[in-house]
């Protein structure tokens, strides 16, 4: 999704900082090629160089050029994986919530399938004040992940 974004406007990219992180996270996902240690490793003067080496990862790891199908399997992937953090207590449900509406459902349309996460991640919804209004809407975001998990429902 990060390699899609850089090719949007120039306030919409990733930052180089964010770009790092990425390289960070997959590295520690198991995630091999070449050039992601060195973009995992990049101190904060050599940001500048952040770019660069995310292209020639993706370019690496066989994600070039990037298809409208090559996003979409990549946004449902994204989801059904915060959907698993979240099952697994690894992931906030309110924050996964969020992540799944924002970065797969906007993006895909609000497919009926995340429908039910997406509701629920609605700022109304979150921002209840007492604390067991707020629990509760955690344990209906978990749930709704169980369901995602369970179904095969993506094109």
């Given at each position: 999704?990060?390699?899609?974004?850089?090719s949007t406007?120039?306030?919409?990219?990733?930052?180089?900082?964010?770009l790092?992180?990425?390289?960070?996270?997959?590295?520690?996902?198991?995630?091999?090629?070449?050039?992601?240690?060195l973009?995992?490793?990049?101190?904060?003067?050599?940001?500048?160089q952040?770019?660069e080496l995310?292209?020639?990862?993706?370019?690496?790891?066989?994600?070039?050029?990037?298809t409208?199908?090559?996003?979409a399997?990549?946004?449902?992937?994204a989801?059904?994986?915060?959907a698993?953090?979240?099952?697994?207590?690894?992931?906030?449900?309110?924050?996964?919530?969020?992540?799944i509406?924002?970065?797969?459902?906007?993006?895909?349309d609000?497919?009926?399938?995340?429908?039910?996460?997406?509701?629920?991640?609605?700022?109304?919804?979150?921002?209840?004040?007492?604390?067991q209004?707020?629990?509760h809407?955690?344990?209906?975001?978990?749930?709704?992940?169980?369901?995602?998990l369970?179904?095969?429902?993506?094109?």
């Amino acid at each position: 999704m990060a390699a899609a974004d850089l090719s949007t406007a120039p306030w919409q990219r990733p930052s180089d900082a964010r770009l790092v992180q990425l390289g960070l996270d997959a590295l520690l996902a198991g995630i091999e090629s070449p050039s992601l240690p060195l973009l995992a490793g990049l101190a904060r003067t050599e940001h500048p160089q952040a770019r660069e080496l995310f292209a020639l990862v993706l370019e690496e790891r066989g994600l070039l050029p990037l298809t409208p199908e090559d996003l979409a399997e990549a946004r449902w992937t994204a989801a059904r994986w915060w959907a698993g953090q979240i099952v697994a207590c690894r992931l906030d449900p309110v924050h996964g919530a969020k992540l799944i509406h924002e970065e797969a459902a906007a993006e895909l349309d609000y497919p009926d399938a995340l429908q039910p996460v997406v509701d629920l991640a609605r700022p109304g919804d979150l921002s209840s004040g007492r604390p067991q209004d707020r629990q509760h809407i955690r344990d209906r975001i978990t749930s709704a992940a169980r369901d995602l998990l369970a179904t095969e429902a993506h094109p």
